[in-house]
T-cell receptor, first 112, second 117 residues
Framework: AQTVTQSQPEMSVQEAETVTLSCTYD???????LFWYKQPPSRQMILVIR??????QNATENRFSVNFQKAAKSFSLKISDSQLGDTAMYFC?????????FGTGTRLQVFP | GAGVSQSPSNKVTEKGKDVELRCDPI?????LYWYRQSLGQGLEFLIY????????KSGLPSDRFSAERTGGSVSTLTIQRTQQEDSAVYLC???????????????FGSGTQLSVL
């Protein structure tokens, strides 16, 4: 069965600094996709970044990048140059041949 | 429409009543999910429709919960004999699965906030 674990319920960072959110997962499949979604106070879920498991190169999207360690089944999100608008819940998600499931989320607060 | 639409945005009901929550996915999207998000919690998977396949109902918490997807488009989540613990935000999402297997972006609606008094 698929599982996704986010062990940091809350994180905080000062504006312009860098923060890393952790995620571990489990799947019996060799090929799968991993995602980070952002949920701001508006409740609207937004895709931040995605990674294909068979690609060794870590995905990057502007200030957002991932550290994908396939053997360790770890998928952390790094946010560089944090901005106030990054304040939100962040969810890690996994999709293999089954449905897409989410972790319990990390609440990120960016302070001025 | 341009995005996933959910209605109502807010629903207040009395314990024991039935409620229906509606989701209009993006036209052409074959996959549709329902998730439940309790206050300050993560997204709990409820049910997954993919094309003409039998839905994955493994996340439905009890037989009071059911969902349909008519004509491969609109979906309705029904909760019978609502209980206070059913209070949560119910999120619907759709994707164009099959285009790039597994990696498709999910488009979410804004959710229905259900409050059971």
């Amino acid at each position: 069965a698929q599982t996704v674990t986010q062990s940091q319920p809350e994180m905080s960072v000062q504006e312009a600094e860098t923060v890393t959110l952790s995620c571990t997962y489990d799947t019996s499949e060799n090929n799968y996709y991993l995602f980070w979604y952002k949920q701001p106070p508006s409740r609207q879920m937004i895709l931040v970044i995605r990674q294909e498991a068979y690609k060794q190169q870590n995905a990057t999207e502007n200030r957002f990048s991932v550290n994908f360690q396939k053997a360790a089944k770890s998928f952390s999100l790094k946010i560089s140059d944090s901005q106030l608008g990054d304040t939100a819940m962040y969810f890690c998600a996994l999709k293999d041949t089954d449905k897409l499931i989410f972790g319990t989320g990390t609440r990120l607060q960016v302070f001025p | 429409g341009a995005g996933v639409s959910q209605s109502p945005s807010n629903k207040v009901t009395e314990k024991g009543k039935d409620v229906e929550l509606r989701c209009d996915p993006i036209s052409g999207h074959t996959a549709l999910y329902w998730y439940r998000q309790s206050l300050g919690q993560g997204l709990e998977f409820l049910i997954y429709f993919q094309g003409n396949s039998a839905p994955d109902k493994s996340g439905l918490p009890s037989d009071r919960f059911s969902a349909e997807r008519t004509g491969g488009s609109v979906s309705t989540l029904t909760i019978q004999r609502t209980q206070q613990e059913d209070s949560a935000v119910y999120l619907c999402a759709s994707s164009e699965e099959g285009v790039s297997w597994g990696g498709e972006k999910l488009f979410f609606g804004s959710g229905t906030q259900l409050s059971v008094l």
